[in-house]
């Protein structure tokens, strides 16, 4: 069990403000400051410092953040397991929404035959929420092709995959497409925010000193299925994986959009906490998944 005032060091890097915590933890603010100067004197480390009035970790605070969240994910883990029981193995995990639905599938199909027994729970969600269950223990491993921090998280690379623009074969662009900026009169098919997909997108035109906002016109949607759906029926054109796309592709419901200056390439990787206990279970789980 992890100790109180390591659960008020969590909240106060959670709000990074000491009231809001307090507010949370339902206890005062000068129990806050005292739980916090326990640990530092503990530690014989400074976890926050003052920049302006903005409340920020030092070093020594991120490092301790880091450790505490693998701390907490893996009592989670190990009470999950605990409720279980040992009979069977339980597999309890999330994947970004490209990966649930274009890979996910395979995968498992090929563990269950192996161990028809396995409990499996999957999260399919955006990255950004499954980074925060992982954090929270709420899952043990993830399946993802957003941006994480790899100091915080162990990862094994799963794959790497072309990300291309696609439209329907008939599209009637306004402009031959050569370079990506004669799509901006386009409507650009997008996922939410959050989404690995989005992500890669947006960074790929901020290196271009572009964004998103170039476009004149934007629809969000969070459903793959969805964005591919509109691709299709012709009502913008959009960017995703290959992988993605694969069989409309071969089917010729969708294309590929050739241009000059975007030839992309992501990742996805397979994650868990840093420090994790369970590590080596982990990594014989991805083995497994990995065919």
């Not at 954090?135 to 690379?157: M, P, S």
């Amino acid at each position: 069990m992890l100790d109180f005032r390591m659960e008020t060091f969590l909240t106060v890097c959670q709000f990074m403000n000491f009231t809001r915590a307090s507010e949370k933890l339902n206890i005062t603010q000068p129990a806050v400051s005292q739980h916090i100067h326990f640990l530092e004197e503990h530690y014989h480390a400074k976890l926050f410092r003052y920049e302006g009035r903005k409340l920020k970790l030092t070093a020594a605070g991120e490092i301790l953040r880091n450790a505490s969240l693998t701390m907490m994910h893996d009592e989670q883990s190990m009470q999950n397991r605990m409720l279980a029981g040992k009979e069977t193995e339980e597999l309890c995990f999330g994947a970004t929404r490209t990966i649930g639905d274009v890979l996910m599938g395979k995968i498992l199909k090929r563990y269950t035959d192996e161990d028809p027994d396995v409990r499996v729970r999957m999260i399919v969600e955006n990255t950004r929420e499954l980074l925060r269950r992982l954090d929270d223990g709420t899952i043990d491993f993830a399946l993802v092709e957003g941006f994480f921090q790899k100091n915080e998280y162990e990862c094994r690379r799963y794959s790497v995959e072309p990300y291309i623009a696609v439209s329907a074969p008939d599209y009637p662009f306004q402009k031959r497409p050569d370079v990506i900026e004669d799509l901006f009169h386009e409507r650009l098919l997008l996922r939410e925010e959050g989404s690995g997909t989005r992500e890669v997108l947006e960074r790929c035109l901020d290196a271009q000193n572009l964004s998103v906002s170039d476009f004149d016109r934007v629809l969000e949607a969070g459903s793959l299925q969805t964005i591919k759906e509109l691709t299709k029926a012709g009502c913008g054109i959009t960017f995703l994986y290959g992988t993605a796309v694969q069989d409309e592709l071969r089917e010729g419901t969708l294309k590929q959009i050739p241009l000059r200056n975007f030839q992309v390439y992501h990742e996805f990787n397979f994650i868990w906490r840093r420090g994790s206990i369970y590590g080596d279970r982990y990594d014989e789980i991805f083995r497994r998944f990995s065919g």
